[in-house]
């Protein structure tokens, strides 16, 4: 079973980390596959649907110069504090990595203890409300190490309608000479209606300050992570989900008995509510069974069968990093392994069959849209009997 068996359904390019160390674009409907900033691969990338509500993030419209004497910051970008008065200079542009940057160097005697801020946003453009998880990003990088500010980092700055500042959510961040991408997750308090994603360094009253940064690719999300970067130039921009599935397969699915095999990253973060994800499905008439990751608990994963006889819930206990996991199945014999343990059994559970159909990194029968897995896949297998445990154990440990 090749990849090109499966068919990839997701509108729109999709940005992940090339083997040569730059960002490369996938095209509609083509699968993401991303690798490390050392080469080695990572996995294929299925995502979730999402907005980049920034624009201009890839900071088009400047013009070389100083702010305020010639030069202008990119489109829809603001300083919604400069209090310590630095000179700002728009040195120029370009693309590191694959990645569009500009160049923006700070200068000056700071008239204020204070923080100067650089949003990448109007101030009264993103809506957003109270409760929601918002996550903004940025790529960064220090162009003069020697000179440098006291501290900086991401401000996500949450405001009323007319723009007026309710609270803020920051995250110190370190740059360095390497573009890195740099993200922080807040939850609007209440009274937010506007979010807005900010660069800010802090600065000593009286110190002399010179310092030049490199900034690119901005990106807010409602989302409890920064998801995969979706370049803006004008516009908000819908990077749409990752729809990977197998139909017609029911030779390749066990029907009475079978082992479902899935190796992956798991990213330690909660998103709470009913929001499941799911790395393997097998889905038909006759019900479907699959493995999900639980909301509830961070980290967590458990195996579900809808339709057929009884109910299954097998719960896994903790993951983070990569991992290993099959879920073996036959009539009232259900096993959950995960990294060489098994976390799990249900001897009350029949096998709803017939399956025909293979969700991959989504599950397929859930009364709405799929559940996402949002995440890294490294290698899936299907195994048309269940199993032993032995081979269970030897399959999936680490």
């Known amino acids: 079973m090749a990849f090109g068996d499966f068919t990839v359904d997701r509108i729109g390019a999709k940005y992940v980390l090339g083997s040569g160390g730059s960002y490369v674009s996938y095209a509609t409907d083509e699968p993401a596959f991303e690798f490390n900033s050392d080469g080695s691969y990572k996995g294929l990338l299925v995502e979730p649907a999402s907005t980049n509500q920034v624009r201009n993030g890839s900071a088009t419209g400047s013009t070389t110069g100083v702010f305020g004497s010639g030069g202008a910051l990119p489109t829809n970008w603001n300083t919604p504090n400069n209090s310590a008065g630095l000179a700002i200079e728009i040195i120029g542009t370009g693309t590191e990595n694959g990645v569009s940057y500009i160049d923006l160097k700070f200068s000056g005697t700071a008239a204020a203890s204070s923080a100067t801020r650089l949003g990448f946003e109007q101030p009264t453009q993103i809506v957003a409300a109270p409760s929601e998880v918002w996550t903004s990003s940025f790529f960064a990088k220090a162009i003069d190490l020697t000179a440098a500010y006291d501290a900086t980092g991401i401000q996500q700055s949450y405001r009323t309608a007319a723009g007026v500042f309710v609270a803020s959510t920051v995250g110190t961040k370190t740059l360095t000479s390497s573009l890195v991408r740099y993200s922080e997750t807040g939850t609007a308090p209440a009274t937010t209606a506007r979010v807005v994603p900010e660069i800010f360094f802090n600065l000593t009253n009286g110190q002399a300050y010179d310092f030049t940064v490199r900034l690119g690719w901005a990106q807010i999300e409602k989302s409890p992570i920064a998801t995969s970067p979706i370049p803006t130039s004008g516009s908000t921009v819908t990077r749409n989900k990752d729809d990977i599935t197998l139909g017609s397969a029911s030779s390749l699915i066990g029907q009475t008995e079978g082992t479902l095999y899935f190796e992956g990253t798991m990213r330690a973060y909660l998103t709470g509510g009913s929001n499941y994800r799911a790395l393997l499905s097998i889905d038909g008439s006759g019900g479907t069974i699959r493995i999900l990751r639980d909301p509830t608990s961070d980290d967590v994963f458990f195996a579900e069968k809808l339709g057929g006889s009884g109910a299954l819930y097998i719960g896994s206990g903790s993951v983070t990093g990569t991992f290993k996991c099959a879920l073996a199945y036959k009539n009232n014999d259900y096993e959950l392994y ?28 859930v009364g709405g849209s799929p559940r996402i897995w949002n995440d890294h896949i490294r290698a899936v297998a299907l195994f048309t009997r269940r199993l032993s445990d032995a081979e269970c154990i030897a399959l999936t440990t680490l």
Request: glycine content about 18%; proline content about 7%.
């Open 338 to 365: 995960v990294n060489g343990v098994s976390k799990g059994t249900d001897t009350s559970a029949g096998v709803p069959s017939p399956f025909d159909t293979i969700g991959l990194g989504q599950d397929l029968t």
